[in-house]
């Protein structure tokens, strides 16, 4: 998982210029620490890439199973990603799953799924609501749709699926999901965490958007 540290003004820029930039910084740092908690038993290795590097210690709470490891200093989100996939490919892994931060509601079983689809393809894509994507995973090899791209542009799924066109890479798609960067998309969550009962986690998520929603009526 890529994680950034959670400082007011820095993430969930969107959300903030509804709800301000400290309770923007506080629903994110509770986005990381709901899917630190919630996938400590997707795959064999757990990593949360973090960024920046000097905030180790601060994502170390929450995630005591996990693997921490400094995203790569330079470059676009393409290139982290691409170093990322790298890493882990040279280590051995062979199928190895990326997500963000931003959907703390996404369902395990897509990422059982991601996993089970590389067994037959070399990449796996889960399509995001805005035009991106909110997981990509990859087989034994790095794929090549991390150079060049739009990143947080409604744009960014169509010229990924074009880059594996072009390169002939077939990739199985999973179900699409959300995003959460705008009130509105807080409002999305609000109502599918109302329906959570299994969850501790997720349970304890839907008492702190409740109260951020609530402070902003």
């Not at 995630?63 to 890493?87: I, K, T, Y």
């Not at 399509?127 to 744009?155: E, Q, T």
Request: charged fraction near 25%; hydrophobic fraction near 40%; aromatic fraction near 10%.
């Amino acid at each position: 998982m890529f994680a950034k540290y959670w400082e007011p003004g820095a993430v969930k820029t969107r959300l903030a210029e509804t709800l301000g930039e400290q309770p923007a910084a506080r629903i994110y740092r509770a986005f990381v620490e709901t899917l630190l908690r919630r996938l400590t038993e997707v795959g064999d290795r757990q990593v949360l890439a973090f960024s920046p590097s000097d905030r180790e210690t601060a994502f170390q709470r929450g995630a005591e199973n996990w693997e921490l490891q400094p995203q790569l200093a330079v470059g676009d989100l393409g290139a982290r990603m691409q170093h990322f996939f790298e890493s882990a490919i040279r280590d051995g892994y062979r199928h190895v799953v990326l997500i963000g931060s931003d959907s703390p509601d996404l369902p395990l079983a897509l990422l059982a799924q991601a996993f089970d689809q590389l067994r037959d393809y070399p990449v796996v894509l889960g399509p995001s609501l805005d035009g991106g994507y909110y997981l990509v995973g990859a087989a034994d090899r790095v794929p090549p749709i991390f150079d060049d791209m739009p990143w947080s542009s409604p744009r960014l799924w169509e010229r990924t699926t074009a880059r594996l066109a072009e390169h002939q890479c077939r990739f199985a798609e999973l179900p699409a999901w959300y995003d959460v960067d705008t009130v509105a998309d807080l409002g999305v969550l609000q109502q599918k965490l109302s329906a959570s009962t299994t969850d501790p986690w997720l349970d304890h998520l839907r008492s702190l958007v409740d109260q951020c929603l609530h402070d902003n009526t």
